[in-house]
């Protein structure tokens, strides 16, 4: 039997120690495994409950038979760009304003485990370890990851964490909707009402990646809200701030397509003809370009709280004003 040792670090601490193990490389049959025989060990006692939460400065241990070897884990930002266009960051945070054609993370349906190594995550990785804010190998769980994502297609503001403790407290910030993501777009025509809350149903088809709204409820369809108001027209065309108040795929998209105003550029749900017409074949005119804190409670992000954060350059608003 081979023993193998860990020590809980910062970022390990507070995790289940079956899933922290899983994040070692260990196979859920040899956890079990290992847990049902008493091989698994915390600070020299031998533990079998795969939901004890670890603490940081604990060691685990686990004995595995000889010979098992646990897969390496690639070092998939090396080689990529580090070049980063930082709207702001501090020890906790990173915000990203990421180009249109970018994906956030790899594509699932990537055979290789290499291919589409330029994401919005691993130039993350490489510009904090170029920076020696993140050093895979003192880290046994925790690599810096987004708390929310946008479509490969849409620019805009995209969050990153530095430490687990960032990333729980974020994701539930932004679950209770104390994170404000604000859109800019430009629609081809505009609403007869030049503000308003709208609420649909959504129903995603899986097949062919796109989704359909409609005013009535289907047992497979969400509800979503969108919030918009127009703030200029001209040729044919209306420039709209958007607040999404439930975040659905492709709302936005879909939603101000439904009510006869598509984004201008959107091949999916929009007017191919008009977005020719103005140069924005498949680049859809969509930006997540503003960022408001608005927190309850105390936490170790309240510094944070009131705070705004704006892109310096919207890519399309220059365009659409020259037009």
Not at 1 to 25: C, H, P, S, V
Not at 101 to 124: F, K, M, P
Not at 259 to 286: E, M, T, W
Request: overall charge positive; glycine content about 8%.
């Amino acid at each position: 039997m081979t023993l193998k040792e860990y020590t809980i670090g910062r970022n390990d601490a507070g995790q289940r120690l079956d899933r922290f193990l899983t994040k070692q490389g260990y196979t859920i049959g040899v956890i079990r495994k290992a847990l049902r025989q008493k091989d698994v060990k915390i600070d020299s006692k031998r533990v079998g409950q795969a939901e004890r939460k670890l603490v940081q400065g604990e060691v685990v241990g686990i004995y595995t038979q000889s010979g098992v070897e646990l897969p390496t884990k690639a070092d998939k930002f090396h080689g990529v760009s580090a070049a980063l266009n930082v709207v702001y960051e501090d020890e906790n945070i990173l915000l990203c304003d990421k180009p249109v054609g970018l994906l956030c993370h790899e594509d699932s349906g990537q055979n290789s485990a290499y291919a589409n190594r330029d994401t919005l995550i691993n130039r993350i990785k490489a510009y904090l370890y170029k920076n020696g804010e993140f050093v895979p190998e003192n880290e046994n769980s925790f690599e810096p990851a987004l708390c929310n994502r946008i479509d490969r297609n849409t620019a805009g503001i995209v969050i990153a964490a530095k430490n687990a403790e960032t990333l729980r407290v974020m994701n539930e910030k932004i679950k209770l909707r104390q994170v404000t993501k604000l859109y800019l777009c430009i629609l081809v025509g505009a609403p007869k009402v030049k503000g308003a809350t709208m609420t649909a149903f959504l129903h995603k088809n899986e097949a062919t990646n796109t989704v359909k709204v409609t005013p009535y409820k289907t047992p497979d369809s969400k509800t979503i809200v969108t919030k918009y108001r127009i703030l200029d027209e001209r040729a044919g065309l209306s420039l709209a701030e958007i607040n999404l108040l439930t975040g659905r795929t492709h709302q936005i998209r879909a939603h101000m397509a439904a009510i006869g105003c598509p984004l201008l550029g959107d091949g999916k749900y929009g007017k191919n003809a008009v977005n020719k017409q103005h140069g924005f074949a498949n680049k859809q005119a969509l930006c997540s370009y503003k960022l408001q804190f608005s927190f309850e409670g105390t936490c170790h992000l309240d510094y944070l709280n009131g705070r705004c954060f704006e892109v310096s350059d919207v890519w399309f608003l220059k365009s659409y004003y020259d037009m």
